[in-house]
């Protein structure tokens, strides 16, 4: 019987990423996204051409009800919901005298909040099942911090904490719940930076390079999969060594 997993903000980047590596390993997958319909239906035509199941939904995860509206259809299409990957994620920098409270709000409701409302609509199904995997996408400066960045920070910080609460509350019913912590990874979002900034940041890290999407993809397979079924609460950084 085929598994199923949740991947929000699967469309593009490491969500993409993410959502062909658990394709590959013979999950059928759900690609959540709130941007562009064309490019998350084409990569949900993409994974069904390798035999495996996906479909395509949008939602915006700070709404509860429609992250229930959504974790219903996934059961309806796949089956079930084993793995619920939490990487919707989104920026608006700024420094703090000058960030509005829209700002702040914004970025708090999407990338903490919207991981709680997944987190919390999937639980009852895998606590049904006594199994299951829960990833959650932080980033380095959840761990570091960084200057412009205080929202995202914030948010990314409050994910390594609800990653922890959460491993301690479903760890006896056989759910695992993991954070990946990336350092900068070539995307989309950081393309459009100056060369100049791109340097600064490589010379913040001991392998001179960035990540690419798959990368951190390689990392949320093995937590999702059998062989990780004894790592629960953990935070693993996957930055080239930025953080030690």
């Known amino acids: 019987m085929s598994k199923a997993a949740i991947v929000t903000g699967g469309s593009r980047g490491i969500g993409a990423a993410i959502v062909r590596a658990l394709a590959s390993d013979g999950f059928d997958v759900a690609i959540i996204y709130q941007g562009s319909v064309e490019r998350a239906q084409s990569l949900a035509e993409e994974i069904k051409a390798t035999g495996r199941n996906a479909v395509a939904i949008?939602?915006?995860?700070?709404?509860l009800e429609q992250v229930e509206k959504m974790t219903s259809e996934v059961v309806e299409k796949l089956g079930g919901v084993d793995v619920l990957v939490n990487n919707a994620g989104k920026t608006r920098d700024g420094l703090i005298m000058r960030m509005t409270e829209e700002d702040f709000d914004?970025?708090?409701?999407t990338n903490l909040k919207g991981a709680f409302n997944c987190t919390k609509a999937v639980t009852p199904i895998?606590?049904?099942?006594?199994?299951g995997r829960i990833v959650n996408?932080?980033?380095v400066v959840g761990v570091t911090g960084n200057a412009g960045q205080a929202n995202y920070a914030a948010s990314k910080a409050g994910?390594?904490?609800?990653?922890?609460?959460?491993?301690k509350e479903l760890a006896t019913r056989g759910i695992t719940v993991n954070s990946v912590a990336p350092g900068y990874v070539r995307t989309d979002m950081t393309e459009v930076l100056s060369d100049k900034i791109k340097e600064a940041i490589l010379a913040q890290i001991p392998m001179k390079k960035c990540a690419e999407?798959?990368?951190?993809?390689?990392?949320?397979?093995f937590l999702c999969?059998?062989?990780a079924g004894y790592v629960t609460g953990q935070v693993i950084n996957v930055d080239g060594g930025m953080v030690m």
């Open 58 to 63: 949008r939602c915006d995860v700070s709404s």
């Open 106 to 109: 914004s970025i708090i409701n």
């Open 126 to 131: 895998m606590m049904k099942a006594r199994s």
């Open 137 to 139: 996408i932080s980033s």
């Open 159 to 167: 994910i390594i904490g609800l990653t922890k609460s959460a491993a």
């Open 213 to 221: 999407p798959e990368d951190i993809a390689n990392v949320v397979s």
């Open 225 to 227: 999969s059998d062989k």
